[in-house]
């Protein structure tokens, strides 16, 4: 693992690589894990999700909550995450007005009141996150006899996500 001030910095590099690409890989109890678009405010957790009441995710949360999981790798592969946390539907109003945009409007006719709109909320506990370090460099040292191993041990932690 690594020391508390790189398990920090992989922390704000997942959230950034979540504002910045948005699309991870969302799952629950009973669900298994597809895309989806998230969204996140002030750079960190919660993250939000604009669904219908026909998803999957959708109808296993309307019970209640559900232990959730989500998966990130940055479009650059240069960050890789798995979350853990909890799942929940959440059609705050206040929440829906501030992340509504055109490309969420698209996909409901009935604008921000469309009866089949859902706004789910996965509350983040515990992640990994991986920083990929560059194979190339690694090749390179093992070329020259170096062990490449000791870079990757920095670049894993297992981290918060939850805000305090």
């Known amino acids: 693992m690594s020391d508390t001030s790189n398990a ?3 922390q704000q590099a997942f959230w950034k690589g979540i504002e910045k690409d948005r699309t991870v890989m969302l799952g629950c109890d009973g669900v298994y894990p597809r ?3 998230a969204m996140i405010e002030d750079g960190q957790g919660p993250v939000w999700f604009f669904t219908s009441a026909d998803n999957d995710l ?3 949360v309307s019970g209640g909550d559900k232990g959730a999981f989500l998966v990130f790798a940055a479009k ?3 960050l890789f995450a798995t979350a853990s946390g909890t799942l929940v539907m959440d059609n705050d109003r206040a929440v829906i007005d501030r992340l509504w945009n ?3 409007a698209a996909w409901f006719e009935g604008g921000k009141d469309d009866p089949t ?3 789910l909320r996965f509350d983040p506990g515990n992640a990994e996150i991986w920083r990929n370090a560059n ?3 690694a090749g390179i040292k093992m070329l020259v006899g170096i062990n490449p191993q000791k870079d990757y041990q920095d670049d894993v932690a297992v981290v918060p996500l939850a805000s305090g």
Do not use: G
């Open 8 to 10: 920090a910095e992989l």
């Open 102 to 104: 055109p490309w969420i």
């Open 135 to 137: 194979s190339l460099w």
């Open 117 to 119: 709109l859902r706004l």
């Open 35 to 37: 895309p989806m678009t």
């Open 58 to 60: 959708a109808e296993a």
């Open 76 to 78: 650059d592969h240069e």
